[in-house]
């Protein structure tokens, strides 16, 4: 990708990384996508068992059709609900990856997937949610 540093003498070059640039408090960034910025972290740290290959807990967590339907339990994800979501529920009690598995997830990343998960859009009429 061509970068017009030629005419850049020093300021705006830190720009040419940063798409998102409207950062108004710490917390404030820009909602996570599920292919750009999620869906790696469940390659590097779920899909093998979750994948093509292996469906633990008949979970499947390449789409997310399949995370809404969910496993042998429950929808892995409640849509603007972090909380009430299973996956966010192991996570944060360090039950997925099962205990003995590396690489886990990390704060940040389960920060990052609550997040996703929060700015979902509800499925509205179709589900009574309470
Ligand atoms: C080494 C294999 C393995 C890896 C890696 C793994 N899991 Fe699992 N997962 C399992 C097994 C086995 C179960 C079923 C556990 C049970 O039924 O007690 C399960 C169950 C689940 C369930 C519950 C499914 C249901 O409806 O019962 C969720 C949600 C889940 N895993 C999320 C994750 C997430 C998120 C990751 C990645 C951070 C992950 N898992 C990584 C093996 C794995």
Known sequence: MRIRLHAVLGGLVLCAHSPVSTVAGEEKDSVPDFTRDVLPIFEAKCLRCHGAKKRAGKLDMRTLDALRKGGVTSPAIQPGNARKSL??????????????????VTKEELELLRKWINAMPVPSATSPNR
Do not use: S
């Not at 996956?87 to 886990?104: C, D, F, Q």
């Open 87 to 104: 996956l966010i529920e192991l996570l944060h009690y360090n039950e997925m990856p099962p205990k003995k598995e590396t690489p886990r």
